[in-house]
């Protein structure tokens, strides 16, 4: 199993970015598939989930309305798009693959297979 970010940058307040994940090595259109951030010193916080098909996606408040989570399932990709930016939202980005045998879409505790990250800075 492999999950490769990209798309990570340095934006200015109110700019926008979309971050793509690239996965391998398993049926990805067979299970959801999640967005997590780490800012320095702190703890992981789950981003957004959307389930196999991509008709339901999860978010949680604070990017409500600001990011927007999808997948192409033909070419084994989620994405993130990222709007009007803020300076809070600066964080490395994970993605990460949601096991089948868990309801809890956002514990990020329990998914399986995680990217190696891509930096986000948003900053004037």
């Known amino acids: 199993v492999q999950l490769v970010e990209s798309g990570g940058g340095m934006v200015q307040p109110g700019g926008s970015l979309r971050l793509s994940c690239a996965a391998s090595?398993?049926?990805?259109?067979?299970?959801?598939v999640a967005w997590v951030r780490q800012a320095r010193g702190k703890g992981p916080e789950w981003v957004a989930t959307?389930?196999?098909?991509?008709?339901?996606?999860y978010y949680e408040e604070f990017v409500k309305g600001r990011f927007t989570i999808s997948r192409d399932n033909a070419k084994n990709t989620l994405y993130l798009q990222m709007n009007s930016l803020r300076p809070e939202d600066t964080a490395l980005y994970y993605c990460?693959?949601?096991?089948?045998?868990?309801?809890?879409?956002?514990?990020?505790?329990?998914?399986?297979?995680w990217g190696q990250g891509t930096q986000v800075t948003v900053s004037s």
């Open positions: 959307v389930n196999t098909g991509g008709s339901n996606t």
């Open positions: 990460a693959r949601v096991p089948s045998n868990t309801d809890y879409y956002y514990a990020y505790w329990l998914y399986d297979y």
């Open positions: 090595g398993f049926t990805f259109s067979g299970y959801d």
